[in-house]
């Protein structure tokens, strides 16, 4: 079989990679099997350090222990080289770092011994923090005519309860101008664009303790009286404004600026903004200035990539920012992927025309006619139609949409390795969708929590062809356990309200498995199968049925190493789930605490796990991950046993999951 030759050669090919990866963990062993020309720091300790642990004050201090990697296999390496001199201004700095954070009496000493060899260096820094000075008062300095008012406002009261200087809290000089900086903030969004706040403080230190006096010198309040606009922009100065939210007439506020920077800059035409208050007398009034530079309004985007369950993808994308001069965008787009048989497994062209202002700087609308391809092992469906929807915009990491969709569908089931006329079947979907997303660590994607909830109603007041409800929820937690080490949770589920499966197109039902799913399955495969055979009636491969519930979960520990090249990561995982037919198909109890027996028949009411690790490179042109997963509990179809006959072969118990590039 095809598939079977292209397994096994993909296996080849990753062992290879495997090998000459090992090789190159391996080189700098054997270059660097002579001991090193120059004295290494082998470790560094910190003791007596009660208020801030070792990562810390790690980061504090220049020079650097050698990491486990580096002891094993490069101890030449660069960066860990020991220096008396460097050593006692560290000393300097800890002692720097806790006096700046109220530590006044802070003693720092120094104990450097010599390793198992002449070139190791151990360093242990022993602290004794000493008595800290504490915050006895706060008080405050303001205009007489001024001091009730500001006193009595809640946003000062609510900076003056969580600014870090407080009664009871130690005094740390780092965070004056913290502190300083935040009641400035204050005073300029309540109108005050000139206003200055200065912190003085008288310290005892018999009694360690601190008196503190905020000033302020607010000047006068400001009304917007003008707003210039100046940067080569093929749109209209009102587009701008309109879109900034800034008018004049209205109390200036420094975080009213920042949110019509933001809201400008998270506009498709802008890519610099400024907006700032140009040199003028200090007044009842102010004139702001907006800076603007546009992104080119044509870009052609062009990408690719490679992988063991699209062999090939690529996507090309023709953009026109403001084709009509009104900030609306358009974008003509394709895509296409081959499968292990080298078909095309999936094309795909779609226009995207993009409304971003509705009636607000948050709502916009895209409208998106398209036609596509899908040729998967168990079916192929064509289908055109279009899709309009509403997308509202709550703020950088939550998005809402409702959308409504239309299509004309033409499927086919394969029962067969070829598509017969009388297995087609016409139908349409009339569906509303709704949708939601949100994302902690909008630059920094892989941070805090992601949300990600769909709800669709199809056959709405008896339009389409079919009637059912989709629910979907895809929910991800990202833990940082330090600078180089974190934990990545993944949930999916899914649930379709129909009487059963057979009642809704192949199209439609729930899938598991793949790389960005439960791993050792391929894509889409988990779960209840039937046998597809070939044209003259012999054994084919088994087809997964998809089904009407899901769910599917991950939890992957990833370590940064930089090792041998910087980008490099190592990765360790568990996941599980499985798609089930109907409600009643569930028995989650059910081999909840797997063994490793092959499981009888086509399908299992429990979950079905993969374990197993991987590599993984940062490239400028995007990620290289290579995972390699084993199937704890596969059930015999999942392996290609038919009527006793295994005709995978033990390899199918491996999962391997090349990705090159993005997906997309």
Known sequence: MIETKLYTSILRVTVGILFFGVSLLLTPLRISAKEPSSLKVWSIKFEGNLTYNSIVLEEVIALEGMTYMER??????????????????DVVRLERFYKRRGFADVKVDLEITEGKKWWQRNLKFIIKEGEPIIIRSVGFQIDEAQKEVLLSDKDVIAQANKQPLRVGKRFETVRIQEVSGSFVQVLRNLGYPYAQVTLSSIVDSVQKKADLTLIFETGKK????????????????????????????????????????QELFNHHLFRFVTINIPKQAEDSTVSLLIRLQENPLRQLLIRGGLGTEEIVRGEVAWTHLNPFGNAHSITFKTRSSLNYDFEVRQARAAIDYNVPYVFNTKSGTQTSPFAEYRNEYSYTLSRFGINNAFIYQHSLELQSSVAYEYTVNQIGEKTTRTINRDSLELYNISAIQFGALYRQGF????????????????????????KYEKITLDLR?????????????KIQSGFINASSADDIPAAVRLYAGGTSSVRGWLIDDLGPKRVRFNDDGSFDRYVSTGGKVQYAFSTEIRKKIDFPFRGMGLAVFLDGGQIWRSVSDIDIMNNLIPNVEVLPGTAFGGFQYGVGGGISYDTPLGPIRLDIAYKIN??????????????????????IHLSIGNPF
């Open 72 to 89: 094993w296999f490069d101890n030449d390496a660069d960066g860990f080289e020991f220096s008396d001199s460097e050593a006692r201004k």
């Open 222 to 261: 400001a009304i917007i009286d003008s707003i210039q606009v100046i940067g080569n922009t093929s749109v209209d100065k009102k587009y701008v404004l309109r879109e900034s939210t800034l008018k004049t007439g209205r109390l200036f506020s420094q975080k009213k600026l920042g949110e019509a920077q």
């Open 443 to 466: 630059i920094e994607r892989e941070i805090g929590w992601y949300f990600a909830p769909f709800v669709e109603f199809s056959g709405f007041l008896g339009t389409g062809t079919y």
């Open 477 to 489: 937690r990202y833990i940082r356990l330090s600078k180089t080490m974190q934990v990545a949770l």
């Open 634 to 655: 596969p059930t015999e179809a999942d392996l290609g046993m038919y009527q006793g006959t295994n005709y995978y072969g033990a390899i199918r118990r491996w999962g």
